[in-house]
């Protein structure tokens, strides 16, 4: 039987770069040979503890070394890791445990009473990843199968609870292969900038895996802070930046701060985890003389399903071509029970199948059934592709406005009311009505110093959009709320907004 594990990724560049730098982290150097004899230090006082292979072992740390020695050190052991994300509260936290069945959770000293505290409530061990250092290292990893389950992902979801991804080791080394050398190609001299969390899927498979899948190096950031950012770039001399569109927005507006130095050329930059906004692509592209390679993927497809590549050739507004090995296509998004492909360039939901395609909802079956039809993953997204193959992302399935009959796809909005002069950043939301069934609800932060009125606003989308698509109501809000991978929560804008009056967000909950 053929064996598999991702933590042959860490296990190859150590053999083959031992003394370069694989990681930094302030004034912190990890060497390739360091960070596996790390990582197999972890895996063997796992083993002490009574970890086996195929268990499941919760990870809660901050982009810091330490995330790394412990997501490899589980993998190492052979067992599963399970990825807690930092906002959560430890009874958010003890949730995730508690459905994985994780008996034990690796943490960062940073984040030690959530930790303790999840622990407690889940039944499990907590164990401080430092503290493992001193275990005589296992001598390699653990033999695993390619469908063995590597990762637990929990999904945001549009309601209740969040559900568990499974990805296994054959979906997460295959979708570091085609980032790694074959979309957009990584070299073994890139310094990368990790900003995104390394607890989800975009910041732990595209940046994290990818970079050190060809020995490069990666800068860490234990939390986002965009004039950071910018100086830890220039300072280590970073060439490729992987982000979500908040974060790109917020490094444009520190760039063009007054007293910004001149921002650090960027040889590669990727754009995902939710739509960046044309005007906001094309700013940055100017401002860092690069090109943002906008992509798309989901926690359920390891993530990387398309993206804009130099071979096919870029194009602002869309998510690309598909990645080698998967298969992107539109479907029928009115028929639930099998896939019905539709036309080129006729708009439906966005279905794919190939070797990112997740293994199935953690303990759900039926959900499993609902996602994987025919072999097709139906992601929920609604697209078009045109004659030349680029797929464009018009909404979430979800997240279709229906106003007085009409369809309102929320990107079309933002994408008109992101170029006013004075808006930051602008989230369109669809608002119970009971005339129209639903009313469009544009929620807007401002640039600093910038001045607009609801009305102003109004007006201006009024001016760019048909009548049935501009907003009737805008909100001018301080901040957005946002989720752990820094996603604006449309669903937590829905509710806190539902009320008439009701203006600002309540904070975001964690666990989304």
Known sequence: ????????????????????????????????????????????????????????????????????????????????????????????????????????????????????????????????????????????????????????????????????????????????????????????????????????????????????????????????????????????????????????????????????????????????????????????????????????????TSPTITVNQDRYGTRAGTVGHPVWGVEVEIADQGIEDEIVLLPTGERGEVVARGHAVFAGYLDDPEATSRAIVDGWFRTGDIGIKDEQGFLRIVDRKTDLIIRGGFNVYPREVEESLIRHPAVDMVAVIGLPHDEQGEEVCAVVTLKPGAGATPDELIAYGKEHLAKHKYPRRVEIVETLPMGPSHKILKRELRRTLASPGSAEPAEADAAQ
């Open 1 to 300: 039987m053929p064996t598999m594990s991702v933590a042959s990724i860490l296990a190859e560049s150590a053999r083959r770069y031992p003394d370069k730098v694989a990681l930094v982290q302030g004034d912190r150097r990890v060497t390739y040979a360091q960070a596996w004899e790390q990582a197999r230090r972890v895996a063997a006082a796992l083993q002490e503890r009574g970890v086996r292979p195929g268990d499941r072992v919760g990870l809660l740390a901050p982009n810091v070394t330490d995330f790394v020695a412990g997501y490899y050190g589980i993998l190492v052991m052979g067992a599963t890791v399970v990825p807690v994300p930092t906002l959560l509260s430890p009874r958010e936290a003890a949730y995730l445990l508690g459905v994985s069945h994780a008996k034990h959770v690796l943490f960062h000293d940073s984040f030690a009473g959530i930790a303790q505290g999840a622990a407690e409530q889940a039944g499990a061990e907590a164990v401080e990843i430092a503290s493992a250092f001193d275990t005589e290292p296992l001598p390699t990893y653990v033999s695993r199968s390619p469908e063995d389950v590597a990762v637990i992902f929990f999904t945001s979801g549009t309601t209740g609870h969040p559900k568990g991804a499974l990805l296994t080791h054959l979906n997460v080394t295959m979708n570091v292969l085609t980032n790694a050398f074959d979309s957009n190609p990584f070299l073994p001299d890139d310094v990368v900038m990790g900003c995104l969390p390394l607890f989800h899927v975009f910041g732990q498979n595209v940046s994290m895996n990818s970079t050190l899948r060809v020995g490069g190096t990666l800068v860490l950031l234990p939390r986002f802070d965009p004039q950071e950012c910018l100086r830890l770039m220039r300072d280590e001399k970073a060439t490729g930046f992987f982000g979500v569109p908040t974060m790109f927005v917020q490094l444009l507006a520190a760039a063009n701060a007054p007293d910004a130095p001149e921002p650090p050329r960027l040889r590669q930059c990727v754009s995902g985890g939710a739509s960046l906004p044309v005007a906001v692509l094309e700013a940055f592209d100017a401002r860092f003389d690069t090109t943002i390679h906008e992509g798309y993927g989901l926690s359920e």
